[in-house]
């Protein structure tokens, strides 16, 4: 079993709609928790950053970390072509080993017009 | 100008070869990274540079050897390339090591490497 597990789509919405993306993860170590988006042929880009458990707010973005059920979604309000991309959940233990990301395998989302 | 650039962004090269990948940072970060991303898209961290120290080392082939001259720069050198080295590898940056509000963790494009 992978520690981070991630339904890999592919998602197809139309525009306007709400788009839900979750992880869950077996590692209680886990403490920080980010959202990275990755357009074709690019590097991963951060979009949310969540410590511990809680509920983060980000424009059209809200990223809800659950450690007790080890679940963590982004929700993307109003989608927008624009938000076509591979969406990546990471986290990590922090400490020392911060830097050791723990991805999930990518949602593909696509929102057409 | 790019926080995280690394060169070159496609290599096709044959196996048995030896081709590096240079990265650099002007951010003024402590800490880079390597990272692979397979054919199946899982993100995999290789390397973790802090003040030109290596700090994390996952279990890599030795055919892979990373170098950090300086704290902006970390460039990975690989030896007797095999087919299953082909793959994107991304640089990466953080102000620091350990984990604390805004440490954020920065990807460079990406580096296609294909192995032929």
């Known amino acids: 079993q992978k520690e981070v597990e991630q339904d890999p789509g592919p998602l197809s919405v139309p525009e306007g709609a709400i788009v839900s993306l979750n992880c869950t993860y077996s590692?209680?170590?886990?403490?920080?928790f980010m959202w990275y988006r990755q357009y074709s042929r690019k590097g991963p880009e951060l979009l949310m950053y969540?410590?511990?458990?809680g509920n983060k707010e980000d424009g059209r973005f809200t990223a809800q970390v659950d450690k007790s059920s080890k679940y963590i979604s982004l929700f993307i309000r109003d989608s927008q072509p624009s938000d076509s991309a591979t969406y990546l959940c990471?986290?990590?233990?922090?400490?020392?080993?911060?830097?050791?990301?723990?991805f999930g395998q990518g949602t593909i989302l696509t929102v057409h017009p | 100008d790019t926080a995280v650039s690394q060169t070159p962004k496609y290599l096709v090269t044959q196996m048995g070869n030896d081709k590096s990948i240079k990265c650099e940072q002007n951010l003024g970060h402590d800490t880079m990274y390597w990272y692979k991303q397979d054919s199946k898209k899982f993100l995999k961290i290789m390397f973790s540079?802090?003040?030109?120290?290596?700090?994390i080392n996952e279990t890599v082939p030795n055919r892979f050897s990373p170098k950090s001259p300086d704290k902006a720069h970390l460039n990975l050198h690989i030896n007797s390339l095999e087919l299953g080295d082909s793959a994107v590898y991304f640089c990466?940056?953080?102000?620091?090591?350990?984990?604390?509000?805004?440490?954020?963790?920065?990807f460079g494009e990406g580096s296609w490497l294909t192995v032929v």
């Open positions: 990471a986290m990590t233990p922090g400490g020392t080993s911060y830097g050791k990301l723990t």
């Open positions: 969540t410590y511990s458990s």
């Open positions: 540079y802090n003040n030109k120290e290596l700090i």
């Open positions: 590692n209680s170590a886990f403490q920080y």
């Open positions: 990466a940056s953080s102000p620091s090591n350990r984990g604390f509000s805004g440490n954020t963790i920065y």
